[in-house]
């Protein structure tokens, strides 16, 4: 009962943040900026949501025949359809309930192909972890060509471009600010959970043990290198997803890979912030277009677009599998008897 009741508070928190950033992000829009979304929006490239809905599709696809030659090994193959399913199935659920789609797609997958639930989450953790490495890689390149990129859009969030002090030392305030709300979430644990430091440094260490196993047990994978490559695949997609939508608006049309990779980073960190990155998302892509010239409401409209386009394609994937999944392995079962 404890445990359901720290769930709920946990999403109501992060799904009231996701809301508080959604009326943010619009109190202070001025008439000039609502006439500017509605003239972006009045001559928007809306034919475009259809490449970007095939490009995100097949992401997801790739996705799930990237977690099945994770699965392999275990000695359970499964059907490669089953696996997307259970995907979309999964990202569903997170719009709803944060991190329980998890759950749901090794539950989900464990249903139909007999697999044991516990082996399966083993290897979406795995995967999660392989993905936080590859979205600090894609930080690491944004921040080798676009050097103080994220210290400017940290200085647009605290209107802080004014403090001479914060020009000359913009990384230092990055990092007060990351240590701040690394100190705030481990202190809300240790004094929910009733832990002491002896059980902070056992977590650490577990934390670290994990992340290299993960590293390593790539290692030992049969298909190594074609694990790598529908990695290198997913992560291109989604950058190609962000590049594309430049072109939905006139006003964005100029912009290419330098700035499709900030959006990548900046978005990636506004769908971990908040239920499927309602309200982060989109500020997020706000601020970091401005950066580079673009008003503030063609920004705005511009972040919503493309987090409405990626949340239509989550919703509509995931309705599908629900129904999908069971329906044609009911029908293949048929087939079988």
Known sequence: ??????TILQYTFFFGLGLFL??????????DDVSQIKQSLRHARYFLIIPVFVVLILSHYIRGLRWRLLI??????VKKTNTFYAVMIGYLTNLAFPRLGEVIRCTVLARYEKAPVDKLIGTVILERIIDSLCLLLIFGITLAVQPGIYAQIINTFFHSSSDAEVKKHPYLLLALILFGIIILIIAAWMLIKKKNFSDLTDVIKKIIRSIWEGISTIQHLKKRMQFIFLTVVIWS?????GYIGFFALQETSQYGIKEALTILSAGSIGVIATPGGIGAYPVLLEKTM??????????LAFG???????????LAGGLFSFVAMPYFNK???VEKS
């Open 1 to 6: 009962m404890k445990k359901r009741t720290l």
């Open 22 to 31: 959604v009326w943010w992000s619009i109190k202070d829009l001025s008439h």
């Open 72 to 77: 392999e090994p275990l000695g359970y193959p």
């Open 237 to 241: 997609l989604y950058l190609g997803c």
């Open 290 to 299: 401005q950066l580079y010239g673009l008003q503030k409401g063609i920004a």
């Open 304 to 314: 919503w677009i493309l987090w409405l386009s990626q949340t239509v394609v989550l």
């Open 331 to 333: 029908n293949k079962s």
